[in-house]
Structures are given as C-alpha cells and as structure tokens.
C-alpha cells in the first residue's frame, strides 16, 4: 500500500498551494522527504503524480497529473464509504438501547 493518509494530505495541500515546497513546509516536513514520497509514488502507480515548472515565487509551481487526482478522487470516495460503513458497526456493536448496561442501570 503506497497511498495513505500522509500521501493523501501531501498532494491535496500541493494542488492548494500550487507548490511542493509549500506542502511539505506546511506538514512539517523536508522538501526531500516530500520528493522522496512522490518518488515512490510514481513508481507504485507508474505515471508521473506533478506537473512542475520551475521560476520560484514569479511563476514556478507544481500541480496534480491526472491519474494522481484520480488517486485523490478515489481514496476520499473510499474514506466517505469505509465512514458510512464504521457508523453502522458501530451501532451494530453499541445500540442506542445497549446503553443502559454500561451506565449500570
């Protein structure tokens, strides 16, 4: 599994921001750990995950190819659907009317 919640949030707050840089300087992280786990990712998913051009704060930035927002589009669509899954375990698990045995009624 390459692609988790650090990944998720490195690449969504890169598209905000339109840089790495200010991504990884964002999460508390080295701009060369930041470049080393876009690196595996492109080797995992075999296409490049930005598109960058250089020029600094005049007109440099970096964005999402294709298939890394479709990376992005589909590991939220599978946090939306594992929550909605997780709340009716829960209640499955923790009924409202099951409440009573844990408040020693």
Do not use: D, N, W
């Amino acid at each position: 599994i390459f692609y988790g919640p650090g990944i998720h949030q490195l690449l969504q707050l890169t598209e905000e921001t339109g840089s790495l840089s200010s991504a990884c300087a964002h999460m508390g992280m080295s701009y060369s750990k930041g470049r080393k786990i876009v690196a595996v990712m492109e080797q995992q998913l075999g296409a490049p995950v930005l598109e960058t051009q250089q020029g600094g704060a005049s007109g440099g930035f970096s964005r999402l190819t294709a298939p890394a927002r479709e990376m992005v589009q589909r590991y939220e669509a599978l946090c939306a659907e594992a929550e909605g899954t997780l709340a009716q375990l829960f209640q499955k698990h923790f009924p409202p009317e099951g409440a009573a045995e844990f408040s020693g009624e």
